[in-house]
T-cell receptor, first 114, second 115 residues
Framework: AQSVSQHNHHVILSEAASLELGCNYS??????LFWYVQYPGQHLQLLLK??????LVKGIKGFEAEFIKSKFSFNLRKPSVQWSDTAEYFC????????????FGGGTRLMVKP | IAGITQAPTSQILAAGRRMTLRCTQD?????MYWYRQDLGLGLRLIHY???????GKGEVPDGYSVSRANTDDFPLTLASAVPSQTSVYFC??????????????FGSGTRLTVV
């Protein structure tokens, strides 16, 4: 079965700092990869997704993620965070053999200090 | 506004009681899902339904049941609640069209506390 690991459970940054959140998955075949964001008190929203093609994917609000197949990784980045980026971030994977199912990582709580 | 409606938004439930969490979508999505969200564990799939009339078990199905009588509704039932079922429950749906349209829509969640 596929699994997703997010190694950083809590991250605290100051505004304008750069962000990188790690995501690793365990599945050797074709994967579809996602990052979701959950702002306080809200439901999950899609930040970006990767299906194929350019491994550097750009999403909303200045976020991007890079798929590195050899490292089974899909790390999320943002050059300069804002206070409004305070949220929980989830990496998710759909493996080729899993039908419609998404497997989520444990999440990373980001706090941005003003 | 198209989307997913979950009810109730929050509930405190006595252990041993039966409870049904409601989920309704108006997007005519074929597939629907129930996840529970627990700190440090992310979202874990409880049950899913690929189309009306069919359901399947996810990663953590024990203690829960679902039904899918029509496209729009996907209720989740706790037959006899236990404290370990205290969690935030999210319903989600997606269209099963071309994979480039792949994407889940999530409801706003139900916060359930079993005491």
């Amino acid at each position: 079965a596929q699994s997703v690991s997010q190694h950083n459970h809590h991250v605290i940054l100051s505004e304008a700092a750069s962000l990188e959140l790690g995501c690793n998955y365990s599945y050797g075949g074709t994967v579809n990869l996602f990052w979701y964001v959950q702002y306080p008190g809200q439901h999950l929203q899609l930040l970006l997704k990767y299906f194929s093609g350019d491994p550097l994917v750009k999403g909303i609000k200045g976020f991007e993620a890079e798929f590195i197949k050899s490292k089974f990784s899909f790390n999320l980045r943002k050059p300069s965070v804002q206070w409004s980026d305070t949220a929980e971030y989830f990496c998710a994977v759909n493996a080729g053999n899993a039908g419609n199912m998404l497997t989520f990582g444990g999440g990373t709580r980001l706090m941005v200090k003003p | 506004i198209a989307g997913i409606t979950q009810a109730p938004t929050s509930q405190i439930l006595a252990a041993g009681r039966r409870m049904t969490l409601r989920c309704t979508q108006d997007m005519r999505h074929n597939a629907m899902y129930w996840y529970r969200q627990d700190l440090g564990l992310g979202l874990r799939l409880i049950h899913y339904s690929n189309t009306a009339g069919t359901t399947g078990k996810g990663e953590v199905p024990d203690g829960y049941s679902v039904s899918r009588a029509n496209t729009d509704d996907f209720p989740l039932t706790l037959a006899s609640a236990v404290p370990s079922q205290t969690s935030v429950y999210f319903c989600a749906s997606r269209s099963t069209g071309h994979f480039l349209n792949y994407g889940y829509t999530f409801g706003s969640g139900t916060r359930l506390t079993v005491v």
